[in-house]
């Protein structure tokens, strides 16, 4: 899970909300209007084009707008605040069919039992093994034990996902030629990085975690 550092809100999103402050100031009512369509595209942007729990890569046709706080938990104006808000896979987010990732939360909520991707030390809550396996950090961890749960986080689908994504990234395969030492140091310094087009690498959270590894 890769820290999420939230920035303003997209101005139509906030022009929505002085609008309707008298009026159905809900997210159910922002729900098919331009606002909250902005709102979703500033979300992704925010996140590098990545899912805020797994690190997929995401697009607007492939991503929901995830309460961090579920809808049902909400009080006042929680649901519509801009910080309990990200972006996750898949489109649906009631589709379970995945079987990980914010569909599996539902409308489960325990403030000291999940890690957050806002928190400060959300990526330090979770080490990942070259086979693309992830652990609780320290062991036993409760809130990372119960979110790796939570969200599937071990399914074997997304457990494959993220070993390919390693084995492509270090460069391990039979016709490729496996990253050197020196090639590791640079990138564990630029692997956080935006690109041009404003997109992180897919799963960088958990290369960065193994780059610390290989260039020791």
């Known amino acids: 899970m890769r820290r999420i550092r939230k920035t303003h809100p997209p101005k139509v999103f906030l022009d929505w909300l002085k609008e309707n402050e008298d009026l159905d100031c809900s997210y159910d009512a922002l729900v098919g209007k331009s606002a909250h369509v902005e709102l979703k595209k500033h979300l992704i942007k925010e996140q590098g084009f990545l899912c805020a729990y797994t690190g997929h890569e995401l697009d607007e046709n492939s991503s929901h707008v995830e309460h961090l706080k579920p809808q049902n938990e909400c009080v006042g104006n929680e649901d519509i605040d801009y910080r309990n808000m990200v972006a996750c896979f898949p489109y649906n987010g009631g589709d379970m069919s995945h079987g990980y990732g914010a569909p599996l939360k539902g409308g489960w909520w325990d403030e000291n039992l999940f890690i957050s991707p806002l928190s400060d030390d959300c990526e330090r809550r979770f080490a990942f093994s070259w086979s693309g396996r992830i652990h609780e950090t320290p062991e036993n961890h409760a809130a990372a034990k119960k979110t790796i749960e939570l969200l599937g ?64």
């Open 153 to 216: 986080l071990s399914h074997n689908y997304l457990v494959n996902l993220r070993k390919k994504a390693i084995n492509g990234f270090f460069g391990f395969g039979i016709r490729t030629k496996p990253l050197s030492k020196k090639e590791a140091i640079h990138l564990l310094e630029t692997i956080n990085d935006f690109d041009p087009s404003g997109k992180l690498v897919p799963y960088c959270f958990i290369l960065k975690n193994l780059l610390k590894k290989y260039a020791a």
